[in-house]
């Protein structure tokens, strides 16, 4: 080989990059989150984002709650505020306040019982709670298995499946009824080995926005409670149901309050608008202090190889929130907002529906849902053709985002649904 292919060979393997990642295959897209991409490149003035769950204004526009605008001044204005490290934990007083406001009055959290520690939202509070059960919870079986009800947040099984446990699914809704399969439910509950782990969504179902009555709270409460089973509560929509944190808390007060085995996974981003602020909180109820510590220093060393500390601009702002008087009542205020104009726009999409267009088959599951999501009750067929040929985008199980709607779009939309369920 001569001087001159011997150098062109070397600069072809230099410019060749090493392929050790050619047996990569890709990843399908997130069924959620993929559907703001594609809303952002359709062209139409008509199109409508019906995907994912965070507020919208009446006019379709983000919303900085006014209270976060405030203890956003408040902090740009504050000397004592640096930009060190906050503890593995958090923010102490953040974690305080957050516990507050999901136990109230409990006995755990007055009796120093609930380890509470920040983390990022509620997507990293259930990861925490998963990886710390996995790692310490004794399952009643080799499986590690938690049992999660169908239908529920895509991101759970991602969750739950990453941090080594296995899912498995228990009957939630009824897609005949549209309402809750408490039958099913309670049924899952007592076959499940004594001492399972469950995940219950706190309030405001995502996604069909179907959610126990007090009284099936109760039987439900009852049921764990004679199977010794945990519970493992994901709380992302706080307020939304009813306007109140307090009412909307009342499975977590009524488990917590029964001596079921229990943590909670908490997230600031819809009720005080914080998305990327990534402000949460993991409360795992324990024992007594001594046993409290030991699940805290294991919490600790989890995050500390993960992501050391977490970030404190969010829960300062929500600290400030919880803890100011003023601020908390416009805060409370701020949610009445949400989540009034979300009933109404139940009301206002049900009205079109029944009166206006008189759309085949009973809508009524629209108004008596809860939260944010509202299950149509439409096929994945039905979805596509709402996406392709009316502009609107929505998740193809029929979850739609109430908070997309807005005096400007729903006509539209109730439009669209009556045709597709014509299939005019
Ligand atoms: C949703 O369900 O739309 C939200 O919780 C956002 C998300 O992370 O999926």
Redesign the pocket.
Known sequence: MSAADRSSTIASHLSTPATVFAHVPMSPP?P??NLAAKFAKDQSPDKVNL????YRDENGRPWVLPAVRQADEQLLNDPSVNHEYLPIKGLATFNAAAAQLMFGDSAALKEGRIVSHQTLS??GANHLGAKFIERFYQFPTESKTIYVCDPT???HFAIMGEAGLTVQKYPYYDSKTLSLDIDGLLRGVNEAPNGSVFLLHACAH??SGVDPTPEQWRQIADAFRAKHHFAFFDS?YQGFVSGDPDHDALAVRLFESSGIPMLVCQSF?KNAGLYGERAGALHVITANTHEAAAVSSQLDRITRSEFSMPPAYGVRLVERILTQPALRAEWDANIKTMSGRIIEMRESLFDLLTNKYKTPGSWEHIVSQKGMFSFLGINPEQCQRMEDEGHIYLVKTGRI?MAGLNPGNIDHVAKWIDRVVRNA
């Open positions: 997130d959620i989150l995907g994912v769950g965070a509620g997507t947040w895509p991101n995502n996604p992302a981003a985002s």
